[in-house]
Nanobody, 123 residues
Framework: QVHLAESGGGSVQAGGSLRLSCAASGRIFRRNTMSWYRQAPGKQRELVARIDSGGITNYADSVKGRFTISRDSAQNTAYLEMNSLKPEDTAVYYC?????????????????WGQGTQVTVSS
C-alpha cells in the first residue's frame, strides 16, 4: 500500500506564494507519474500539474507561468511551487500518483491519492 502525505498549504494574500510538498511512501514502483489536482467547493476536481518519471511536465492553462511542478525521485517527493496566487486558486489540493506494478503489458495499474491540503488566497 502507498501513502501520500501533503503539506505546505495555508492562507496567503493575492500575489503571494506557497510551496506544496507530497511525500510518497510504501511499495511504489520507480517509474511513476505524480500529479497535483485541486477541487474548489461545488466544482469538479481538476488537474493542475503532472510530472512523469522522465521529467516531462503538463500544466493546466490557468496556472501556466505561475506554478512549477518538480520531483525528487530518490525520496519519491513531488513539489508544487505556486507564485502570483489569485483568489480563484483557492481549493483543496490533492497529490496523486499512478504507476504499473511490473514491466509486463498486463501489469495492473495502481492509483493513489493524498487526503488533501487547503490553499486559501484572499484579495
Amino acid at each position: 500500500q502507498v501513502h501520500l502525505a501533503e503539506s505546505g498549504g495555508g492562507s496567503v494574500q493575492a500575489g503571494g506564494s506557497l510551496r506544496l510538498s507530497c511525500a510518497a511512501s510504501g511499495r511504489i514502483f520507480r517509474r511513476n507519474t505524480m500529479s497535483w489536482y485541486r477541487q474548489a467547493p461545488g466544482k469538479q476536481r481538476e488537474l493542475v500539474a503532472r510530472i512523469d518519471s522522465g521529467g516531462i511536465t503538463n500544466y493546466a492553462d490557468s496556472v501556466k507561468g505561475r506554478f512549477t511542478i518538480s520531483r525528487d525521485s530518490a525520496q519519491n517527493t513531488a513539489y508544487l511551487e505556486m507564485n502570483s496566487l489569485k483568489p480563484e486558486d483557492t481549493a483543496v489540493y490533492y497529490c496523486n500518483t499512478v504507476f504499473y506494478e511490473g514491466v509486463a503489458v498486463e501489469s495492473p495499474r495502481r492509483e493513489y491519492w493524498g487526503q488533501g491540503t487547503q490553499v486559501t488566497v484572499s484579495s
